[in-house]
């Protein structure tokens, strides 16, 4: 029903084109990126619930909420434009009016984005310098370039396009994202930048955005405890003429291919999370309901104790039910079982018993798969993290300076 | 109205003895320790909200709920007795036994307690070997071994004891302490065994002690996120002969006594921090409520980032507003004031301008103060923590293996 494309990107889709160069908020790495679509797209996002949230998402947020249809989106990196003020909101403005101007078109059609460092004033003057020297393309090197350029302490810029096979016709949702301090929840801006040449009516564009980014972005800890920047942001521009409505089995087979999209998107953030050294994926299973087997699988990628276990290859499986215990959720521990790749490491009735030297094996490799299983309904939920690591510490001791 | 005593800890207060000693639970360290109480003892504690709890912790917990009065505590070291089912239970109940019948005491009037790896059968043959040589002692020296004798991770033994002044005389409170994974919560076994002379009925004991631990153990983040093993004790033997009655002022002066001393050892385990090189202490103020106070403590005290950017001495304040931000509470970011020692370094109205020479040298030190002030109310609290280093991974990465 759907297959990635080979350096797809976000201008693997007809009718967008993107660009990213080097302004100057970064001393030599490219720092400001663009999207542009041919047509006017509909727009659907989600946004961070931190308290404190940055100008430039502000802007963005109450355009995507109003019917405004989107012609581009301006992002840089290198400065987060968060805590800045009323002068924060007041830059951010300026940017998006002066990106408007260069390209003809009404400020509100231009979606802003930050991220960097908190609390600095924006240098608007290396913004503006850096969209004078903008010259779209809609090749895949332009996107890849747009992709480079919103990375933070990101080791791989992230592009991703796959081709949806409907009744109606082929679709192509691509993409951009960057955050790679996705290792612990609170980390970093996650930024995603997604489109689609299908035609969907707002309405339900919001509703399966929203819901692919639970089954995502939220499962690798973004949500609930976001920085002041976070935002994932979907434009449908129709330039396939294919239209899907709600309701259809059209809308089921796209809704299911922009949950996987977004799946290689989180699971892209984590995979470069900050000092990771493991892919870890975490699946809780055989719970009550989904709500529970979600909070206990938070609780367990999020545990540092876990996570530096992982670090040392170290089948310290009691962390991992200790984390499961401490989530708030009411389980029996002796019907639970604990799973490191195939091999069970904890059966019910408290039963421990594996081969270490196997078991370090298993655990030496990058990607690592740990089932929890409640043994006690059928509700499964699955969530994505890495290792924390020595490495880790050392980005974000002298991260500002 | 109280002062700390040179050396003081458990065996500082009248009628109570200890030991500590190795039984081979460990390769050379002290691994057994014993607190003894010539007198029968009324018992107040706190315990694990975790859903998985230790054996030795279910065996304790259901004798403090009871009027039963106790008359000794035996805890060992390097293995937690946790997630064993019902052997580990029998383990901990044969423990507890054989320590009652070399006493010459009821099975009942002993505690029992473990610390260590998770998910390991206990030795018991070891402990019982260890209970076998035991030699009590009220000697200060016999207090500190006791104190050594229950360390995992820590690198320094924790022992404490005041004397404190009432109407009606003078009481004794001593006590020791364990835990060094608590620079995040949920990291490895707390445990506090504490005592006084002082005479105290049971419900009002249980109170104090509830209450001190909400002030002290809890603002390191113990509580909610707390080990399959942790506990706090206090046990009042009445050798005095003074009695506190609830309501009275004595009673008021041995709350704030005892508020004080836990804060101490609280203190005492976050200054030994796996891998800490800084002790930092989080002061919210003009929070609308005590709650909200402490909601936005406790995120700032657990953010990795404000814990790495610490360890870094970098000033990033935009780090500690986030994590304000992601906690939950509503406030204005425009009347926040950020103060890092004396020096303000976010204003309300997004004010942000500090001499980054200054600031870095007050960073450098090992001892910092971050206010945090919501600029909307009087409630204010504070809480504990520390810096989060490359030294910390190392500890947990390999602590089982």
Redesign the interface.
């Known amino acids: 029903m759907f297959k990635y494309l080979n350096s797809g990107t976000i201008t693997s889709i007809p009718g967008f084109k993107a660009v990213g160069l080097h302004c100057g908020l970064k001393k030599q790495k490219k720092d400001l990126a663009m999207i542009y679509s041919d047509f006017p797209a509909e727009s659907a996002g989600t946004f961070t619930?931190?308290?404190?949230k940055a100008a430039p998402l502000l802007v963005s947020q109450s355009i995507v909420k109003s019917d405004q249809k989107i012609r581009a989106l301006i992002v840089n990196s290198g400065n987060?434009n968060?805590?800045?003020?009323?002068?924060?909101l007041n830059d951010a403005l300026a940017i998006q009016e002066y990106c408007a101007a260069k390209f003809g078109l009404k400020n509100e059609e231009v979606l802003v984005s930050s991220t960097g460092?908190?609390?600095v004033k924006l240098n608007t003057e290396a913004i503006k310098n850096g969209i004078d020297k903008i010259s779209l393309s809609d090749s895949l090197p332009a996107g890849h370039d747009a992709a480079e350029a919103i990375m933070t302490t990101d080791t791989k810029a992230k592009s991703f396009a796959m081709e949806v096979e409907l009744e109606s016709g082929k679709v192509i949702i691509g993409g951009i994202c960057k955050g790679s301090?996705m290792i612990?929840p609170?980390?970093?801006t996650m930024l995603a930048f997604t489109g689609t040449d299908a035609e969907i009516e707002k309405t339900f564009l919001q509703e399966i955005v929203s819901e692919a980014v639970a089954k995502s972005f939220n499962r690798i800890s973004v949500d609930?405890?976001?920085?002041?920047n976070d935002m994932v942001i979907l434009l449908a521009n129709g330039a396939s003429k294919i239209k899907i409505t709600k309701g259809s089995d059209d809308a089921e087979k796209f809704k299911s291919a922009l949950i996987d999209f977004y799946k290689t998107l989180a699971q892209s953030i984590v995979k470069d999370g900050e000092g990771a050294t493991k892919f870890v994926n975490v699946i809780v299973q055989s719970a009550k309901n989904e709500k529970d087997a979600d909070v206990i699988a938070k609780s367990i990628v999020n545990?540092?104790?876990v996570k530096?276990?992982l670090?040392?290859a170290?089948?310290?499986?009691?962390?991992i039910?200790?984390?499961?215990?401490?989530?708030g959720?009411?389980?029996d521990?002796?019907k639970v079982t604990i799973k490191i790749a195939d091999k069970e490491i904890?059966k019910p009735?408290?039963?421990?018993h594996f081969d270490?030297d196997e078991l370090k094996e298993i655990l030496l490799k990058k990607d690592i798969t740990i089932t929890f299983d409640l043994g006690d309904g059928d509700a499964s939920t699955e969530w994505w993290t890495c290792d924390?690591?020595?490495e880790?510490?050392?980005i974000?001791?002298?991260?500002?300076?």
């Open positions: 619930i931190n308290k404190v987060a968060a805590c800045t003020g009323e002068k924060g460092v908190i609390g301090g612990m609170n980390m970093a609930g405890d976001t920085s002041t545990s540092p104790l530096t276990a670090n040392g170290d089948a310290n499986w009691g962390r039910i200790s984390a499961a215990g401490y989530s959720v009411d389980f521990p002796a904890f009735g408290y039963v421990s270490e924390f690591s020595k880790y510490i050392e974000n001791a002298s991260y500002r300076t």
